[in-house]
């Protein structure tokens, strides 16, 4: 089974558009760095991220306070896909996890973590993904995408209206999937 790796990116767009318990009905493993959980601040977000994090739905992976070398790593990181010290431990993360892909919704970042040989997917197809496998309408995506651009997510527009007209008429889109076959839980 995949495992994804959730960079901070990401966790805002599906918290911004309601849809982080929707991701979990897809029973993928999920994990985010401590660093990224750190960047939760918005008061009505981190009760919701925490919930999921005592549940077992979200794993989080802890850097040990004083362990030097792992931050000299993920400085370095930063440094060379020129990112934020959390996103670079979501990359950190996935590379040292067995079979993990990241989600991102940053176009810079996918790109250095694939250079590094990392899957890389984002938001429009976890949207994608959830529609595909039923787990949200077509007319809840067109919302959730709504929601998420007007919270000035960094989205491929042209990508985006694709998408919006399609789901307008009902159509889904198939998600290029790294995942076997889902395991969708009822809510």
């Known amino acids: 089974m995949k495992i994804a790796v959730k960079d901070a990116s990401v966790l805002f767009d599906l918290l911004e558009a309601g849809l982080l318990g929707s991701w979990f009905k897809l029973g993928i493993e999920t994990h985010i760095p401590d660093l990224v959980l750190a960047a939760v601040q918005k008061p009505q977000q981190r009760p919701v991220v925490e919930g999921f994090v005592s549940a077992g739905l979200l794993k989080v992976a802890t850097i040990e306070n004083g362990d030097v070398q ?33 989600l991102t919704c940053d176009g810079t970042f996918r790109q250095g973590a694939e250079r590094r040989g990392l899957e890389v997917r984002g938001l429009l197809w976890v949207l994608d993904l959830l529609v595909w496998h039923d787990v949200l309408s077509c007319a809840d995506a067109i919302t959730a995408l709504a929601a998420v651009l007007a919270a000035n997510s960094r ?19 198939k998600p290029r999937e790294p995942v076997p076959a889902l395991s969708i839980r009822s809510s």
């Not at 993920?74 to 590379?95: G, M, R, T, Y």
């Open 70 to 102: 792992q931050l000299a790593t993920l400085a370095k990181l930063s440094q060379e896909l020129k990112v934020s010290i959390p996103d670079a431990s979501a990359v950190h993360l996935a590379e040292t996890l067995n079979e993990a892909f990241l």
């Open 155 to 173: 989205q491929p527009l042209h990508e985006c209206q694709r998408r919006q007209e399609s789901w307008a008429d009902g159509r889904k889109i």
